[in-house]
């Protein structure tokens, strides 16, 4: 069909995409798991880089499975993340 650009027609592609990465499935269960993180917790807890942790968030937000809040700690300006519980999971 034309006229449908590069949004899938359902969010399950995206979903699917963002947990098939064993890294992005510990994140997202750590968030779950502890309700939410800052990016520096992530890096040292899980053993990532800076810039893979940004990828992988990128990526779990993108499928609207995590969500980025106001973070109260010092860590990555303030940027924290937690489990979307509305993804429908």
């Given at each position: 069909?034309?006229?449908?650009?590069k949004q899938p027609?359902?969010?399950?592609?995206?979903?699917?995409?963002?947990?098939?990465?064993?890294?992005?499935?510990?994140?997202?269960?750590?968030?779950?798991?502890?309700?939410?993180?800052?990016?520096?917790?992530?890096?040292?807890?899980?053993?990532?880089?800076?810039?893979?942790?940004?990828?992988?968030?990128?990526?779990?937000?993108?499928?609207?499975?995590?969500?980025?809040?106001?973070?109260?700690?010092?860590?990555?300006?303030?940027?924290?993340?937690?489990?979307?519980?509305?993804?429908?999971?």
């Open positions: 069909m034309q006229g449908q650009g027609s359902s969010p399950e592609p995206a979903v699917k995409r963002a947990l098939g990465h064993s890294k992005r499935l510990e994140i997202f269960g750590y968030l779950t798991q502890k309700g939410g993180a800052d990016e520096t917790e992530l890096v040292e807890v899980l053993g990532l880089t800076t810039l893979a942790a940004r990828y992988h968030l990128w990526v779990l937000q993108d499928a609207d499975l995590i969500v980025q809040v106001e973070g109260t700690g010092q860590g990555s300006a303030g940027r924290s993340f937690i489990a979307a519980t509305s993804a429908g999971l």
